[in-house]
């Protein structure tokens, strides 16, 4: 347990669910407590998983939105009560550091409800959720972190980013030999290229958009970078997760397929501080027993990525896009990755429309890995500085010229 707290830091509260067909272990390590929840469990427990998972990647309220609204207020509440409620009086900060397990693995902690709620109508904004009171963070398991934190990383926050272009006369299963789905288009995501040219711009870095969003582009350069941003389609294979692959342009590259696998993730070294996947189904995959899903994301880690910040379900072009740009700019104030992603989310629900203000919208996405600032104050103290020493001396030789 100490080598755990050494590994989590002193203000974290670190939360391992393992679960069992009949059982529930609940460990929970800060620097003043260890403990140990056990509980029972039967197949109402995992009819409720599966039943609030629904009910969050489902935004479809044509039909009993009143019926999905309570569902979603009772199932979240029980989730709380189960998962939370019984360690809640030994954490010691509002840092959350869960390590999921099975399905909970598909699960943002975020959007479980802390209360009751005693308003009248349909108001998903109004609700108490967990993010209201907790920053947020995932890993996949301890030794995992400890492997993290052994590996050496720089200080700068040099950023490269790719958003593909896709035509409309592709279809995903004219790019997949075995496909899961029916013949779905692969729709064009112009939002997703509005976030990467926006974070490129606010980061100072480099973009590759549309038909310069290659594959062979992304193998060569994003192993010198500190930050990668990927907004893009990807492809999910339930029945073979290493050859899921995120979609890059489908034209213009010689020596790639544009098909970016799991397996070929884990062979790329890279010394990112943090990967943002702003895609389609990034962290879902097949359930593996052991340390959890294998997915895109997880190979991202694997390879040298400090962090990822992935989606659990599809993204909405415009909300996601909003969110991740809210996110950016929390992250460039000095804002922990797990805060910055809670204060976007918030800003986002203040103002969001009735419809818009569902989980589906906010919540798919999460922060795994390390959740420390990639940007600290005192680079950022510099940079502000900088910029007003630039100013100062603009305006004086503009003085001097016309005087």
Known sequence: ????????????????????????????????????????????????????????????????????FNSY???????????????????????????????????PFETFLSSTYKGDGIVYRKLPYLMDEFNISYTYSASFMKETNDREYGKTTELIAFAPSYPREVYIDSLFVRRQAGREILYDLPYARMEAQYVSDVADGILYINKEAR?????????????????????????????????????????EDGLLNTYE?????????????????????????????????????????????????????QSGTDIIKMFYDNL?????????????????????SQL??????????????????VCSSGTLLVTVVCIICILILSAYFRYRRYS
């Open 1 to 68: 347990m100490k080598e755990v707290v050494r590994i989590i830091g002193r203000s974290d509260n670190y939360l391992n669910y393992v679960v069992s067909d009949s059982l529930l272990y609940i460990f929970l390590v800060n620097r003043k407590h260890q403990q140990i929840i056990t509980a029972e469990i039967d197949s109402s427990f995992f009819n409720m998983l599966r039943a609030f998972r629904t009910l969050l990647s489902n935004s479809d309220l044509s039909v009993n939105a009143r019926g999905k």
């Open 73 to 107: 207020q009772q199932n979240g509440y029980d989730l709380y009560k189960i998962l939370i409620e019984p360690v809640r009086r030994y954490f010691i900060s509002e840092e959350l550091l869960i390590s999921p397990d099975n399905i909970l693995s598909y699960l």
């Open 215 to 255: 594959e062979s582009v992304f193998k060569a350069e994003s192993g010198k970078y500190d930050i990668i941003h990927l907004a893009m389609h990807t492809y999910l294979n339930d029945q073979n997760p290493m050859s899921s692959a995120m979609i890059f342009t489908q034209n213009n590259d010689m020596t």
């Open 265 to 317: 993730v884990y062979g790329i070294p890279l010394k990112a501080r943090m990967v943002v996947l702003s895609s389609c189904n990034t962290g879902s995959g097949f359930l593996s027993s052991g340390e959890g899903i294998l997915s895109l994301a997880r190979g991202f880690l694997y390879s040298g990525s400090q962090s990822v910040v992935m989606s659990m379900w599809e993204i909405e072009d």
């Open 332 to 352: 460039l104030k000095g804002k922990s990755k797990s805060n910055a992603l809670k204060k976007a989310r918030t800003l986002y629900l203040r103002k969001a």
């Open 356 to 373: 818009k203000s569902h989980p589906y919208y906010w919540s798919s996405l999460v922060v795994y890995g390390d959740k420390s600032p």
